[in-house]
């Protein structure tokens, strides 16, 4: 996506180039450069979005050009031929989603004149991901994937003359601080990107400091630390000098007979841009220019020919005294120009977000557009990570459903794809992307489970299969509401045992006798599901309870199986349901509703969240917290001024700074049996929730739903939750989470590197949520909320919190995409459905501290439990006895501090293993120390020969990472900082014990054997 142009400021600079050797030997392929001049390095580029205006396919075909002019194999048929005309001339391609798909349409022969390319240096791929991907709401855990997606391919196809060295995030609309760590860690020398705050880019091209090195982690020192360039001009040219058939500025006409000549024109316009942007930049006589813009090159040759008479007449007017000198150049060969400068830098340890590209201008809305899409993608994660779990450990390796999931996830990174900032026909082909590709997998992942199970369960079953309900979120599955026995295989994708209550659709009346793998009976409770719930629009479905019941520890990479039988018993009935209270608003006392470990009071008068209490022996430890749903509602605008712009698909712009509420009051009912209570609240036609506790867990659980969002009044909303701890001071401080992973500190209306002149004293303080906020008073109380998918949240007032769920707008916010956010289904309003989780300190113990308690909720939330439902006709006994019902794929449980991030087929007898300590330094008093696992007897069913290890993307082992290195101011934190530790474990199982410290992934290719069965 593109939109606009970049505004440079200009300020003096005297050239100076100092030339000192390099840590690493230069590319041969690389020029040089003069001393003494100003040495510009060209970068042919283009930039293809995998997705925003058309869907992946129209842009890659060229369809649908009323929408926007553009053909991605176009592009490429056109850069390979122009390439091949002149040895001098270079071009870098990022999408690997693109290019893979226009190589496989390739004969050898082309295969070949592009291998030749690439090994020249000619052809350089940058970034080299399936996609650019968005950095405000993605996870870590998909980024990893998508990025190694497209670096293995392009490893396995080119060797090491195509792996990228230098990181391309020209488009993403804010930059995130474990973007640049992971960056850091999969091997790259440096990253460039294209937009940055207004404010801040004038601050630092004043003072020179558009170029830096990022401190990526606060926990990894050096190993994350990353070389970092703002672009001058977004990622264009400067103006005047776009050669492209999408371009309207005039070429070079160099002929002198002719009465348009202009080459002297176009020379004297170029050498002062080039001077104007240098001023900018403290790189020792070198300055990056881009040329290129989005779905540049379908016709190559107009670009390049003019480029070569640029180059060939610019550098002419050296003999005249001109100190500009051009050439075509690539980001890694400007990269190494800076490197062997020798100079010392400044250095960043925050993030760019929030990105504002104007003073009434925040993009800060995206962070919840499409919050349904959002949730897809994070739950299509987890079907993804289940699926490479069982591939791997029952032999099944890399089949064609697993690399078509695995494609689509990476797709939809793209920062016009989670971000929610797309057309909605291509919203929507997204969706159809994911649920086709996760509908195959997960057939294929049953055919996998079914090979453990014995030839008396496969005969029992008749050729019935195993099923997925994706419809669970709104209570509905077929399976569990039709068929009077079913059982259930709860399969647990993280490397420890968990302990999850099941929930499945019933209908009313209906009592169910559940048997577990010991042929126990099971206890259940029946819960009513709410009216709103009922009401979705679009929802078909006979259910009007779900059954509740524990899977209790259930085996790392494994399952457990449940059999699930209708009974007349009127007792079990009666034993089952649950005791349901309407309440009528207007008491004295509070309504109390007190589980094993966490207790909630509502206010009798409101209906609203009172206090939330944790249950010690004898004691309830209660916390005042209030919260509420509020609106705020959209600006309407033009856009032809900043101060008309609307709130759109990417801006968060409210009309005005106070939300109001929806109610001030709700209508209760509350819920109780002996597995769950449950607190449902209706704020009227269109809010509602439930709040509930689970028997033996310390959070709770509040389940929103919001939509169809009204829009009779003509006017654009965004609903918020609001959560205020009432005795919490916490001034302007407060953290989100970077992806995932790491803990960012926010301060309200500040900006660690400049002074922020906040003009929306909302939008400006809202920050990309993408698993959880919290609140800390620096000495007794902590308090957190986890989300389920990516949000944007902030906290605008002492002891507050606050996040966006839901966004319904009638206006475009003119930034290309055309449309407003309006989504609808069924003819209605989007209706959205979530889950909030709340956390405070007080819910802690000595074995498991705050620190540990948003760690393993926050794991929990991103690998939840995966059902399969089968219907059966035959008894609890029976299939108990013929069917393998309890199976783990690992031979031991990993320690409570680490996560096992990736277990994926990678070729013959090989598999790609990532392990993760979970925690950062000081996060936990237990479990924030390093730890030290063996891989020795690891995987149940395989035997581990060997363990290499690699950098984090997979695509070169850890010993021959060679890094560039970089100098940091004096006194700075990072320049004190150790360089991780480059040991890689090889060999036989005797070497097999690693080490992980706080924040640390290690990534390994392990060769093994069949170790106990036989598949």
Known sequence: MRWGGGQCWVIGLVLVVVAVSSSRQA?????????????????????????????????????????????????????????????????????SAFFFRWWDEQDQKTKDIVKALVSSGQLEFIGGGWCMNDEASTHYNAIIDQMTLGLAKLNETFGEAARPTVAWQIDPFGHSREQASLFAQMGFDGLFFGRLDHDDKRNRWNTKTMEMVWEGSQNLGEAARLFTGVLPNGYGPPPGFCFDILCSDEPIMDDPRLHDYNVDDKVDAFIKAAESE???????????????????????????????????????????????????????????????????????????FPYASGNHTYWTGYFTSRPTLKRYVRESNAVLQAIKQVSSLLGVGRSLELERLVKAMGVLQHHDAVSGTEKQHVADDYAERLSESTAAALGMMDQALSKLQTPEAIKEAKGMSSQFCPLLNISSCPITETASAFTVTVYNPLGRPVTHYVRVPVPDKVAYKITNYQGNAVEAQLVPIPDPVLSIPGRNSSATFELVFPATDIPPLGFLRFHVQQTGNYRILQQQRSAVHSHKLGGDDPIKLQGQNVAVFIDSQTGLLKFVGAVKPGDIQMVPVSQNFFVYTAMAGDNSKEQFRASGAYIFRPNGTEAIPIADKAEVTTVEGSLVYEVHQKWGPWVSQVMRSYKGKLDLEMEWLVGPIPINDRLGREVVTRFKWEELTTGDTFYTDANGREMVKRVKDFRPTWQLQNHEPVAGNYYPVNSRLILDNGTDFKAAVLTDRSQGGTSLNPGQMELMVHRRLLHDDAFGVGEPLNETQYGKGLVARGKHYILHSSFGSEECDFGCMHRTLGEELLLPPLYLFEETSVSAHT????????????????????????????????????????????????????????LKGLLAEWEIVAAEETILSANLFRKDEDRLQWNVEEGDALHQSQSQDKTSNTGSQDDLSITLKPMEIRTFILTVQVNSISF
Not at 28 to 56: A, I, Y
Not at 297 to 309: G, P, V
Not at 885 to 911: C, F, I, Y
């Open 27 to 95: 590319n041969p392929s690389c020029p040089t450069g003069k001393e003494g001049m100003l040495n510009v390095h060209l970068v042919c580029h283009t930039h293809d979005d995998t997705g925003w205006l058309k869907t992946v396919d129209q842009y890659f075909y060229g369809a649908r050009n009323d929408i926007q002019r553009a053909g991605v194999q176009y592009i490429l048929d056109s850069v390979v031929t122009a390439l091949q005309k002149d040895p001098k001339r270079k071009f870098i391609y990022v999408e």
């Open 879 to 934: 299939w108990r006895t013929s069917s393998v019902n309890k199976w783990t794929g690992l031979g031991m449980s990993l320690p409570a501090n680490v996560h096992l991030l990736t277990l994926e087929p990678w070729g013959d007898n090989k598999l790609l293993l990532r392990l993760e300590h979970m925690y950062e330094n000081g996060e936990s008093s237990t479990l924030s120390d390093p730890v030290t696992v063996s």
């Open 278 to 352: 240098a001023e900018g930049y403290s790189s020792a006589g070198h300055i990056l220019m881009t040329m290129g813009e989005d779905f540049n090159y379908q016709s190559a040759e107009m670009w390049l020919s003019n480029l070569d008479k640029l180059i060939r007449y610019v550098n002419e007017r050296q003999e005249s005294g001109s100190k500009v000198n051009i050439f075509y150049s690539t980001p890694s060969c400007y990269l190494s120009s800076l490197n062997a400068a020798n100079l010392t830098w400044t250095t960043k340890s925050d993030d760019f």
